[in-house]
């Protein structure tokens, strides 16, 4: 039984550990899976190991940064299968830190562009697309540090990642008349790749950070990519405008 | 569709509403369930001959959630039929029972309010978590009037909420090491009995149209996500507050 045959999901950023593990996940639940990423050669890697496993999956590279790049590439998707289900706005990052007295309005444009210019391009090119889709659904990431505004030199990312909080319930309202759902997952501290030098060279450290949480351990990329399963889902229809935190209790009351 | 296949649930004030929702979906994921009721004995046989019809396992056991004898008897019953070990916890039981304002209520009703929504929460769990273990899940029950203060005359019954959320979060912590997961939902305008007798029609009606999906959610979808919840799915989820109201509020 597959309830979710001919469904379409786009994963944004899907070359990456997080990005990967929703992608994959989407396709075990059934979904045709399109990565997007700006490493083509990672790509092509990411789609044979899913078709592996016999997941359709394609692969399109373009930067979620540009405009025109995101909204010719989510248009071809979307005229491709005439439809897209999901939307999952992956892809995001920290590009680097800074603090404000020396940051350069380049590096300021980049994580803004990166974080929530990429979540309204994707989104609303989208539209057209989602409206055509079996109880549509857009799927944002916003972050402890939307709240904190973030560590050291991570002010304009925690900017961004509020940003996508507001941008999400906006979307949400703008949306639902279509009956688009549009919700928000918090990720906390999931072990990826990103972290694979301190795991490397500062074990102790590391292991430290697990015990910060409730739960005694990390995310897995697999915890991200089940909440992303389910807020797709039709189980989820009542839910939206809603951000859920996936830090095993990390992060409480924010 | 197992994902809840062997385990064991408890779903107080299972018989109603939501609470039979959920019991009807545990029971339809595998679980075994304990529907607890208190006033609705007709409504309790009949959602657990409703799950046994669909092939489930299921039991009635009649108490008052807000007794610590009673709990004390729920717990017995449900050792007695299902074994010592408990890895499903639902707190569903609750209610508003009039709307009063601050000069109109006293400590009787100040009372029955607080004990029915928030001391049956902690005295449940105190109970039943020494029969849980790692990977168990216990889902409160908190409301959407835990946010924002309720309605008109809701403010004991709005409170009593605000202090299931803070107690569910507080005991994301302390059961957190045990492998015990905490959570809790808090539910908007759900189209159920509650709102049929406390909730005039218009105000329905004006709610719907302005919650951004434009409609009640159903006491289904409410129990579509408690089902999430309570399996290996949302493993990392603890002491969140998970708001199910169709875009109509913020938190």
Same mark, same amino acid.
């Given at each position: 039984?597959?309830?979710?045959?001919?469904?379409?999901?786009?994963?944004t950023g899907?070359t990456g550990g997080i990005g990967?593990?929703?992608?994959?996940?989407?396709?075990?639940?059934?979904?045709?899976?399109?990565?997007?990423g700006i490493?083509?050669?990672?790509?092509?890697?990411?789609?044979?190991?899913?078709?592996?496993?016999?997941?359709?999956?394609?692969?399109?590279?373009?930067d979620v940064t540009?405009?025109?790049?995101?909204?010719?590439?989510?248009?071809?998707?979307?005229?491709?299968?005439?439809?897209?289900?999901?939307?999952?706005n992956n892809a995001g990052g920290l590009g680097g830190r800074?603090?404000?007295?020396?940051?350069?309005?380049?590096f300021?444009?980049f994580v803004m562009a990166l974080n929530l210019d990429s979540v309204?391009?994707?989104?609303?090119?989208?539209?057209?697309?989602?409206?055509?889709?079996?109880?549509?659904?857009?799927?944002?990431y916003?972050s402890?540090a939307?709240?904190?505004?973030g560590?050291?030199?991570a002010?304009i990312y925690g900017?961004s990642k509020?940003?996508v909080?507001?941008?999400?319930?906006?979307?949400?309202?703008?949306?639902?008349?279509?009956?688009?759902?549009?919700?928000?997952?918090?990720p906390?501290?999931?072990?990826t790749p990103f972290?694979?030098?301190?795991?490397?060279?500062?074990?102790?450290?590391?292991?430290?950070?697990?015990?910060?949480?409730?739960?005694?351990?990390?995310?897995?990329?697999?915890?991200?990519?089940?909440?992303?399963?389910?807020?797709?889902?039709?189980?989820?229809?009542?839910?939206?405008?809603?951000?859920?935190?996936?830090?095993?209790?990390?992060?409480?009351?924010? | 569709?197992?994902?809840?296949?062997?385990?064991?649930?408890?779903?107080?004030?299972?018989?109603?509403?939501?609470?039979?929702?959920?019991?009807?979906?545990?029971?339809?994921?595998?679980?075994?369930?304990?529907?607890?009721?208190?006033?609705?004995?007709?409504?309790?046989?009949?959602?657990?001959?409703?799950?046994?019809?669909?092939?489930?396992?299921?039991?009635?056991?009649?108490?008052?959630?807000?007794?610590?004898?009673?709990?004390?008897?729920?717990?017995?019953?449900?050792?007695?039929?299902?074994?010592?070990?408990?890895?499903?916890?639902?707190?569903?039981?609750?209610?508003?029972?009039?709307?009063?304002?601050?000069?109109?209520?006293?400590?009787?009703?100040?009372?029955?309010?607080?004990?029915?929504?928030?001391?049956?929460?902690?005295?449940?769990? $105190? =109970?039943?978590?020494?029969?849980? !273990?790692? /990977? &168990? @899940?216990?889902?409160?029950? +908190?409301? $959407? =009037?835990?946010?924002?203060?309720? !309605?008109? /005359? &809701? @403010?004991?019954?709005?409170? +009593?909420?605000? =202090?299931?959320?803070?107690?569910?979060?507080?005991? &994301?912590?302390?059961?957190?090491?045990?492998?015990?997961?905490?959570?809790?939902?808090?539910?908007?305008?759900?189209?159920?009995?509650?709102?049929?007798?406390?909730?005039?029609?218009?105000?329905?009606?004006?709610?719907?149209?302005?919650?951004?999906?434009?409609?009640?959610?159903?006491?289904?979808?409410?129990?579509?996500?408690?089902?999430?919840?309570?399996?290996?799915?949302?493993?990392?989820?603890?002491?969140?507050?998970?708001?199910?109201?169709?875009?109509?509020?913020?938190?």
């Amino acid at each position: 039984m597959n309830k979710n045959k001919d469904k379409v999901a786009v994963v944004t950023g899907a070359t990456g550990g997080i990005g990967f593990a929703v992608a994959k996940r989407l396709g075990e639940d059934g979904y045709t899976v399109v990565l997007n990423g700006i490493e083509d050669e990672a790509g092509a890697k990411r789609v044979e190991e899913l078709a592996a496993e016999g997941i359709a999956a394609e692969y399109y590279g373009f930067d979620v940064t540009k405009d025109e790049q995101v909204t010719s590439n989510i248009t071809k998707i979307g005229e491709k299968y005439g439809r897209i289900d999901v939307l999952v706005n992956n892809a995001g990052g920290l590009g680097g830190r800074s603090r404000f007295e020396e940051m350069t309005t380049d590096f300021y444009r980049f994580v803004m562009a990166l974080n929530l210019d990429s979540v309204f391009f994707a989104s609303r090119a989208a539209i057209p697309f989602l409206k055509k889709g079996d109880h549509p659904s857009i799927i944002n990431y916003t972050s402890n540090a939307g709240w904190t505004a973030g560590g050291p030199g991570a002010g304009i990312y925690g900017t961004s990642k509020a940003g996508v909080h507001a941008l999400t319930r906006a979307l949400a309202k703008d949306l639902a008349e279509y009956g688009i759902r549009v919700n928000a997952v918090s990720p906390g501290t999931i072990d990826t790749p990103f972290h694979a030098q301190i795991k490397a060279t500062k074990p102790e450290v590391f292991a430290s950070w697990a015990n910060s949480i409730m739960l005694g351990r990390l995310g897995q990329p697999e915890d991200v990519a089940s909440v992303v399963s389910f807020l797709a889902s039709k189980d989820a229809s009542f839910i939206t405008a809603e951000t859920i935190q996936i830090g095993g209790g990390q992060a409480l009351g924010i | 569709m197992s994902k809840l296949k062997g385990k064991v649930a408890i779903v107080t004030g299972g018989a109603r509403d939501i609470g039979l929702a959920i019991s009807v979906k545990l029971a339809k994921e595998g679980a075994k369930v304990v529907v607890n009721y208190f006033n609705s004995e007709s409504e309790a046989k009949e959602t657990v001959d409703k799950i046994k019809a669909a092939g489930g396992e299921a039991m009635a056991v009649k108490a008052d959630v807000s007794k610590l004898d009673d709990i004390e008897k729920l717990k017995a019953k449900s050792v007695e039929a299902f074994g010592d070990k408990v890895d499903i916890l639902v707190s569903n039981a609750g209610g508003l029972f009039a709307r009063r304002t601050l000069q109109e209520f006293d400590e009787a009703f100040y009372n029955l309010v607080m004990d029915v929504n928030f001391k049956s929460v902690v005295f449940i769990m $105190q =109970a039943f978590v020494p029969l849980m !273990g790692k /990977g &168990s @899940s216990i889902i409160n029950l +908190s409301s $959407q =009037a835990a946010r924002d203060g309720g !309605g008109g /005359g &809701s @403010s004991l019954y709005a409170s +009593s909420k605000g =202090a299931v959320s803070t107690f569910t979060r507080a005991m &994301s912590k302390e059961l957190g090491p045990k492998g015990i997961r905490v959570n809790a939902l808090c539910p908007g305008l759900i189209g159920t009995k509650f709102h049929d007798d406390f909730t005039k029609d218009d105000v329905r009606t004006k709610v719907a149209a302005i919650t951004p999906l434009r409609r009640e959610g159903s006491a289904a979808e409410v129990a579509d996500l408690v089902a999430y919840l309570a399996s290996d799915e949302s493993s990392f989820l603890t002491g969140n507050n998970v708001d199910i109201n169709g875009g109509l509020a913020f938190s």
